[in-house]
């Protein structure tokens, strides 16, 4: 998650403290653990006040956006598998808990978590959508590489469908499933068209891509597609044959029928390695606002930016959490690449892996160990929101990963939090949390007065101790303060 500068003893809070990296890079602020003795470097990457484009983005600076996010996730989705992703420890069978460790890659240099749950999810998960998308990426540019090997033509489709801000998104996504089985089989498909009018050309596979955004017209789902054909295929025979189709398929699925215009394009295949070569590449994550997507629609990305910022007047934090739990609940188990059956083959490709192996995977099979991170640590690194910083000293060293983890103990203990016997339960081993406190030592406590928190800053708080419900978050002995 991004983190605020720790001063002395002050722990960040609040949703200062949850503020974009981005934004916060434009006022100078450096991202770290800055204290009178520390010599950790500062990072930075300045933006375009207008656009809110980073002009100087960094890995790191791009880390701190994607963990600052996945804070929001973990409220908004609370319970959820992704809550839990990049939180909890890692079950091995038959071995209890992973050790939550840091390695550095030997290829890129970067370092990362090992030990960790990942859900696997590319569609609420920024952490595990960076990832996954990444080596997807490589994967869309080697498949380009074969077809141009093999002699093969490429185009770049897009299919849409107009839509209106009442409509509802389980149901277009519903269509556009049914629209897609029908312009794939039957005497009416694309390649059965294609026969008729160019019985010598062949489609070869495709790929297709669903992507989402959010407007003044509501959520606008769509589909892009990398499509191989024979050589002698022109991508306007293919405009006439996909438009056709496409239109007939919305029609018989329930769906707007979409217009000539804006319905179905097709293009050459360099507008197809251009949409490959930027596959995976985080323009949300390394934007410093939701605004610079405004004309094409917010992404998800962007309405977990509104909710953190807190900024934006079109998205206000209420409105931009609803959409995102709406758009959750509507992708949740739904595919987002797609590749045709026998392509992978014909380009002599490795078998496809699922995202949720790809997420689990290493994010350099070479790295190495920086350090192994005790549970006391972890709940440090958690409480402060410093997931990023960590990663960012242990590029720097095993010496710097050392120091920050010291810091953000400090700075824990004189900011500590102590369960009630609500959340007590749900701690121990099989959380990964130290155990409860003793019954004598609880019932010593002195009596319960109100915390000198917000009670947004306590929900983002106990999620650092897996999910409480709604119900027992409002009891009034669900938090305690502890005296030091």
């Not at 920086?370 to 402060?384: F, K, N, P």
């Amino acid at each position: 998650m991004s983190h605020e500068i720790l001063s002395g003893n002050r722990a960040p809070s609040g949703r200062g403290a949850a503020k974009s990296a981005a934004s916060r890079t434009g006022a100078a602020a450096p991202l770290g653990i800055v204290t009178k003795t520390s010599s950790i470097p500062a990072i930075a990457g300045s933006y375009d006040p207008q656009t809110g484009e980073v002009l100087t983005p960094n890995h790191q600076t791009a880390r701190a956006n994607r963990f600052g996010l996945k804070s929001v996730v973990n409220r908004l989705l609370a319970g959820s598998r992704t809550s839990k992703c990049m939180v909890l420890r890692a079950p091995i069978p038959g071995h209890g808990l992973a050790p939550i460790e840091v390695h550095k890659g030997h290829n890129c240099k970067r370092a990362f978590y090992h030990g960790l749950m990942a859900c696997g999810s590319v569609w609420t998960c920024p952490v595990c959508a960076a990832k996954i998308s990444e080596r997807r990426r490589l994967e869309l540019a080697d498949a380009l590489e074969r077809a141009k090997e093999k002699g093969w033509a490429c185009h770049f489709v897009t299919l849409t469908v107009p839509h209106g801000a009442g409509d509802d998104l389980r149901e277009i996504l519903t269509g556009l499933s049914g629209a897609l089985k029908r312009m794939s089989s039957g005497m009416h498909s694309v390649k059965s068209q294609l026969r008729k009018l160019c019985p010598d050309s062949e489609i070869h596979g495709f790929i297709r891509a669903m992507e989402v955004t959010h407007g003044e017209h509501g959520f606008h789902p769509h589909y892009h597609m990398i499509l191989f054909s024979s050589r002698d295929l022109g991508s306007s025979v293919l405009q006439h044959i996909y438009a056709r189709s496409w239109q007939r398929a919305c029609r018989l699925s329930g769906l707007p029928v979409p217009s000539d215009r804006h319905g179905c394009t097709v293009q050459d295949g360099s507008k197809a390695a251009k949409y490959a070569s930027k596959w995976g590449i985080e323009d949300e994550m390394t934007k410093a606002h939701a605004k610079t997507t405004r004309r094409k629609g917010c992404t998800p990305w962007g309405l977990l930016r509104a909710v953190l910022d807190g900024d934006d007047a079109d998205y206000p934090p209420e409105r931009a959490a609803a959409l995102f739990r709406l758009y959750a609940d509507a992708f949740k188990g739904r595919r987002q690449l797609y590749w045709s059956n026998g392509l992978r083959k014909r380009l002599e490709l490795a078998q496809e892996v699922s995202d949720e192996v790809l997420a689990e995977r290493p994010d350099d099979e070479r790295a190495y160990l920086v350090g192994t991170l005790s549970v006391e640590d972890w709940r440090a690194v958690r409480r402060c929101r410093a997931e990023s910083v960590v990663l960012d000293a242990a590029e720097a060293g095993p010496e710097s990963m050392a120091a920050v983890l010291d810091q953000l103990q400090s700075v824990s203990v004189t900011n500590r939090l102590v369960s009630s016997p609500v959340t007590e339960p749900l701690r121990g081993a099989a959380s990964g949390l130290p155990a409860p406190a003793s019954p004598e030592r609880s019932a010593a406590k002195a009596p319960l007065k109100p915390p000198a928190f917000t009670l947004s800053d306590l929900d983002a708080i106990a999620s650092d101790y897996r999910y409480i419900t709604a119900k027992e978050r409002n009891r009034p002995d669900f938090y305690r303060i502890k005296k030091e």
